[in-house]
């Protein structure tokens, strides 16, 4: 970077060496020609021409050029140097005080000039005009592509607000889809707890009655009825001794079975329904889109299978004991009767 900066200096040097002597040169003619020294001036002003670098410097030296011939009555070099110093800058005015004549001069030249440049110029304004128009369509590319970038911007921040509220959504909806399958499945076990405390009602109130009328037959059976007859008491007549028969070889009517059914009926029935809603339970784990809520629903329907499988196991166990009880009534004998009650009847 060091070897740059002095390379660029060393570039510069002889560029502002020249600007300086240019200067330093022209500045001597100007102080010769307001001498009157035209002659002298010239040649200054043709040092200074030597030293000129940019248009507007070789201008500058061809405009004092010009000057100095039309006042050493060299009226065609003055011209040709007016016409050089108008082509390299066509809007050039003369920078000091000179003689009418000299102006006149001059200003022919730069008719003649303009008539001459004018394809030139209209060329240049051509390129000039086409130049800014380009510039400007540029310009206003420009202004909308920033401001097609700064929309784009603005939407991809808006989409980028957009997809977080969404997602923040999500999971609130999806917080509270879980929060309330909690709650269904609290619901739903609670509910499964009642019907299974209303089957044990129900056994308990099966037992019951089972109970009942196994104590209503034993006293059908050992209990014989003996009936008092009362006769005529206008009558006299000695005591009369009535005795209903008894039936030999009669059997109770058999119960257990009966128990037995009702009961295995009951839990066939519940497990049956337990073994549906397990069943329910897997077709809502399938069409879950949450995998915690599909897995507490898995949970759900093993739960209510076994609760079913248990209660399928108990129907069964029931229908046994009912087959079993069944078929050791037909075997047991009859019981025989007690010796009948005799009740005298007093005429």
């Known amino acids: 970077m060091r070897h740059l900066a002095v390379a660029v200096l060393l570039a510069a040097a002889p560029a502002l060496a020249s600007e300086e002597d240019f200067q330093r040169f022209l500045n001597a003619a100007v102080r010769l020609y307001e001498s009157l020294e035209y002659e002298r001036a010239l040649e200054q002003v043709r040092n200074a021409k030597k030293q000129a670098v940019t248009p507007d410097q070789q201008a500058s030296a061809a405009l004092y050029e010009g000057i100095m011939l039309s006042d050493l009555n060299k009226p065609e070099d003055a011209r040709a140097a007016f016409k050089e110093a108008l082509l390299l800058k066509p809007d050039a005015t003369i920078p000091i005080k000179v003689s009418p004549k000299v102006s006149k001069d001059f200003e022919d030249t730069r008719v003649a000039a303009q008539k001459e440049l004018a394809p030139l110029l209209a060329k240049q304004a051509e390129e000039k005009r086409k130049k ?90 050992d209990a014989p009825v003996v009936t008092t007859v009362t006769p005529d008491p206008t ?17 109770p009517t058999p119960v257990w079975p009966f128990v037995f059914l009702g009961a295995g009926a009951v839990a066939g ?30 949970r759900d329907a093993q739960n209510n299978a076994t609760v079913a499988n248990v209660l399928f196991g108990v129907a069964g166990a029931m229908g046994l004991g009912a087959l079993i009880s069944g078929i050791a009534w037909a075997v047991t ?6 010796p009948p009650k005799v009740t005298e009847v007093s005429p």
């Open 132 to 221: 800014e128009e380009e510039a400007r369509a540029k310009a206003e590319a420009e202004a909308k592509a920033k401001a097609e970038l700064e929309r784009q911007r603005a939407e991809l921040e808006q989409r980028a607000k957009d997809i977080a509220r969404l997602e923040t959504e999500r999971k609130k909806a999806e917080a509270e889809a879980q929060a309330a399958k909690a709650k269904e499945s609290l619901a739903e076990e609670q509910r499964r707890r009642q019907e299974a405390d209303a089957m044990a009602k129900e056994l308990e109130r099966l037992k019951a009655e089972r109970a009942q009328l196994e104590a209503k037959v034993a006293a059908q059976r």
């Open 235 to 251: 009558k006299v007549s000695d005591p009369v001794q009535v005795t209903q028969p008894v039936v030999v070889g009669s059997k």
């Open 269 to 298: 029935g519940v497990g049956a329904y337990f073994g549906i809603v397990s069943q329910e339970n897997v077709t809502s784990a399938r069409n879950e889109p949450f995998q915690m809520v599909a897995n507490q629903h898995l």
């Open 333 to 338: 004998p009859a019981d025989a009767p007690p």
